[in-house]
């Protein structure tokens, strides 16, 4: 059982490349979330999904993009990388509606833009 | 919206001293409490959780934490701390009415002094 998969685990852009973040669970889960990281300002939530079709904006979504095929897939899209990018990204997923359920976080993607 | 304060951005301590960990919360409606740890380069995993019942809760490696609602506080403690409990913790709260999102401290970062 992987759990949450996300690749690449680093990656360097330059400013105004693009590139997509992959984030795979094999857990069946509905819920999935991005969360960016960055020294001293804990996680913050870029985006959401709540199933397959359906995604909505967190507290951080601008510069970024998500789509939601299907269950097992997240992926994040950075359309215009800028330096404020850089940062570690973190997928994470939940079984649903049920608040006592728990987040599984993937191992993160270091992304650094230049 | 929930926010969620750690006051202590690092904490040092020495091997097998005890150690405590501070959360705060901001709303006092029924809430999930959570603490989730991150060893260096990794992604984060459930250190505990507190969902309803006995306000001391237990979770993995010797760590406890006291649900307390009056002061909506959620304490992280351990007795008796090791070198491999040198990490970054983070308090999170879930609102029970709103499953879908939770919100994250911005994270205590334990260094264990041998």
């Known amino acids: 059982n992987a759990g949450v998969t996300q690749t690449p685990k680093f990656r360097i852009l330059k400013i105004g490349q693009s590139m997509t973040l992959q984030c795979t669970q094999d857990?069946?889960?509905?819920?999935m979330y991005w969360y960016r990281q960055d020294p001293g300002m804990g996680l913050k939530l870029i985006y959401y999904?709540?199933?397959?079709?359906?995604?909505d904006k967190g507290e951080v979504p601008n510069g970024y993009n998500v789509s939601r095929s299907t269950t097992e897939d997240f992926p994040l899209r950075l359309e215009l990388a800028a330096p404020s990018q850089t940062s570690v990204y973190f997928c994470?997923?939940?079984?649903?509606?049920?608040?006592?359920?728990?987040?599984?976080f993937g191992a993160g993607s270091r992304l650094t833009v230049l | 919206a929930q926010s969620v304060t750690q006051l202590d951005s690092q904490v040092p301590v020495f091997e097998e001293a005890p150690v405590e960990l501070r959360c705060n919360y901001s709303?006092?409606?029924?809430?999930?409490l959570f603490w989730y740890v991150q060893y260096p380069n990794q992604g984060l995993q459930l250190l505990l959780k507190?969902?309803?019942?006995?306000?001391l809760v237990k979770g993995i490696n010797g760590f406890e934490a006291e649900f307390n609602k009056s002061q909506t506080s959620f304490h992280l403690r351990k007795p008796s701390v090791h070198i491999s409990d040198t990490a970054e913790y983070f308090c999170?709260?879930?609102?029970?009415?709103?499953?879908?999102?939770?919100?994250f401290g911005t994270g205590t970062s334990l260094t264990v002094i041998p």
């Open positions: 857990m069946n889960h509905n819920y």
């Open positions: 507190y969902l309803s019942g006995s306000t």
């Open positions: 999170a709260v879930r609102d029970i009415d709103t499953g879908n999102q939770f919100y």
């Open positions: 999904s709540v199933g397959a079709g359906i995604t």
């Open positions: 994470a997923s939940d079984r649903g509606w049920s608040g006592a359920n728990v987040l599984t």
């Open positions: 709303s006092s409606v029924s809430v999930y």
